[in-house]
Nanobody
Framework: QVQLVESGGGLVQAGGSRRLSCAAS????????MAWYRQAPGNERELVAV???????NYADSVKDRFTISRDNATNTVYLQMNSLKPEDTAVYYC????????????????WGQGTQVTVSS
């Protein structure tokens, strides 16, 4: 099983930066994909960025060139560096893990963290 705990959210002014962290724990063998999603009030949850086990990354168009996702496999931690923040980035940001091997079995997931609030003021 995988437990995900996010941290790093808070209030930031437009144009500022923030780094989110998500630590994965549990008796899993490996995680193929780790991602960040976000959900703003009244909106559906959307994919922000994903990093594959091999390091390849993908981003939503709305955050390209501003956000950077990375992972540290040694500590099972995924990060989201957010720069040039805009008010429309305001949302609850969720960490997710998919493609998890646990005790020889494969679980596509996703597994979710509890979320961390990011608020960007104008």
């Amino acid at each position: 099983q995988v437990q995900l705990v996010e941290s790093g959210g808070g209030l930031v002014q437009a144009g500022g930066s923030r780094r989110l962290s998500c630590a994965a724990s549990g008796r899993f063998f490996s995680i193929n994909d780790m991602a960040w999603y976000r959900q703003a009030p009244g909106n559906e949850r959307e994919l922000v960025a994903v990093v594959r086990s091999g390091g390849r990354t993908n981003y939503a168009d709305s955050v390209k060139d501003r956000f950077t996702i990375s992972r540290d496999n040694a500590t099972n931690t995924v990060y989201l560096q957010m720069n040039s923040l805009k008010p429309e980035d305001t949302a609850v940001y969720y960490c997710a893990a998919a493609g998890v091997k646990i005790s020889g079995s494969y679980f596509p997931g996703p597994y979710w963290g509890q979320g961390t609030q990011v608020t960007v003021s104008s």
